[in-house]
């Protein structure tokens, strides 16, 4: 009787796990209007624009219906994922290198991340300090860890987040490996040394760590908060489209079951109240925001919310006009020059993305937000921009959807070793503009 209850209650844990047996992801390239009608037909609350493309997912239940219809519609698809439950499955190494000190090549649940925070903090005193900015939803502690070397006066500072959206694993563990080289090449890399000398980093590894929870127990493919609400069943918010810049006007839902979904009001998630209220706070000393995702390999800047470049802001760099002219932006032909800022950003993200590829030739693509990728409002790098913090950017890290969120962990080294050249090469530009 006793072994019977306990294997039902198995059975009932392990039928809460979403599965995902037969479900395909198809990336799909509209060329007309038509054909995004169709699409937005097929997938409610995907953002999608004539020659973009877009990677839907769609149940073993439906994928002979969709094929079908896209195939009737001449739409340009290919098949990214197969079976996606099998990538889900083949996505973590079976096998531990070195279990007993932490393991950077691996993806870290929340329990180990959260020792981890402690333990690094105990270990580098004197370059380290932990300061809890809030508690999620779900009540746990958001942690930010300051790093750089002690000072008397308050040093400027670039804030790095990571795991805004839950299923992308690779950005809290490109977030657990720029700690990692901060305090293992301080000392010896001249570059981190000064750095760290000069500013601080304030790190957030996990910004939305209850949403993290989720698709380690739940959902694998969970992206967006947690929270609850009277009036709807329907759970969580996503978290970039929740900051307060030009909330909800374009690209985001305000159907509380999409995954795009805006939220109450700007700032309703307290994960993003908490980092808002953090860096509206530190704004004096805050240089540079910094948010990491995936996948796409994108470098993108402000705007999302609108297609309008970036306003000006009083230090301008004198943009040669050459370089400002359309044809240069070859998909910017709708906007008009001139361009300062947008040359300065985009001569950085250019800089950044050079850096990056000469390690392994990862492509990146750069731009601002709403033309390279699509307009999405309540961006926290449009926020954080728009508060007055010059330099804003946000990462889309490998790959561009192979793998997709499923990532394997043999490429969370290279991945992140990348990375680390972009983030230091903007870092060497915000530190020289001081
Ligand atoms: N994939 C990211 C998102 O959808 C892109 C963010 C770009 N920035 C923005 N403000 N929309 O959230
Ligand atoms: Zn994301």
Do not use: M
């Given at each position: 009787m006793k072994v019977l209850l306990l294997l039902g209650f198995v059975a009932v844990a392990l039928a809460e796990v979403a599965r995902f047996d037969g479900e395909k992801v198809i990336r799909i390239r509209p060329k007309t209007e038509e054909h995004v009608t169709i699409i937005k037909e097929i997938a409610d609350s995907v953002e999608v624009v004539v020659s973009s493309e877009v990677d839907i997912h769609v149940s073993a239940a439906h994928a002979d219906i969709v094929s079908t219809l896209l195939l009737q519609s001449e739409l340009e698809h290919e098949v990214l994922v197969e079976d996606l439950q099998a990538s889900v499955e083949d996505q973590?190494?079976?096998?531990?290198?070195?279990?007993?000190s932490y393991n950077y090549m691996k993806y870290n649940s929340w329990d180990k991340v959260e020792a981890w925070i402690s333990s690094m903090a105990a270990s580098n005193p004197s370059l380290m300090t932990t300061e809890v900015i809030g508690q999620t939803f779900e009540g746990r502690s958001m942690t930010v860890m300051k790093i750089g070397k002690q000072s008397s006066s308050t040093k400027p500072a670039i804030f790095l987040d990571c795991?805004?959206?839950?299923?992308?694993?690779i950005s809290p563990a490109f977030c657990q490996w720029f700690v990692k080289e901060a305090m293992e090449t301080y000392g010896s890399d001249a570059q981190m040394t000064s750095l760290l000398d000069q500013m601080d980093v304030i790190v957030l590894?996990?910004?939305n760590i209850d949403g993290y929870v989720y698709t380690w127990t739940?959902?694998?493919m969970w992206r967006k908060t947690r929270s609850r609400r009277s009036g709807s069943s329907c759970i969580g918010a996503d978290p970039n489209r929740?900051?307060?810049?030009?909330?909800?006007?374009?690209?985001?839902?305000?159907?509380?079951?999409?995954?795009?979904y805006c939220g109450a009001?700007?700032?309703?998630?307290v994960e993003v109240k908490a980092v808002a209220d953090y860096i509206r706070k530190h704004l004096s000393t805050i240089k540079a925001y910094l948010t990491v995702h995936s996948y796409s390999q994108l470098l993108l800047f402000p705007y999302s919310y609108t297609y309008q470049l970036a306003e000006h802001h009083s230090e301008l760099v004198g943009a040669p006009a050459a370089r400002c002219s359309p044809s240069h932006f070859h998909?910017?032909?709708?906007i008009t020059p001139p361009c300062y800022l947008l040359w300065q950003h985009q001569a950085l993200a250019e800089g950044a993305s050079k850096a990056l590829r000469s390690l392994y030739g990862t492509q990146y693509t750069s731009g601002p937000g709403a033309v390279t990728i699509y307009p999405a409002a309540g961006g926290s790098d449009d926020w954080a921009y728009d508060l007055g913090v010059k330099y804003s950017y946000t990462f889309e890290l490998?790959?561009?959807?192979?793998?997709?969120?499923?990532?394997?962990?043999?490429?969370i080294k290279p991945t992140c070793e990348e990375t680390m050249l972009a983030v230091k090469y903007i870092a060497a530009h915000v530190q020289k503009n001081l």
């Open positions: 973590l190494d079976n096998q531990e290198i070195s279990p007993r795991g805004i959206h839950a299923r992308e694993w590894p996990v910004f739940n959902n694998r929740n900051f307060d810049a030009g909330w909800c006007t374009t690209g985001a839902s305000s159907n509380p079951c999409s995954d795009t009001k700007a700032e309703s998630e998909t910017f032909t709708h490998r790959d561009t959807g192979r793998y997709g969120f499923l990532l394997p962990e043999s490429q």
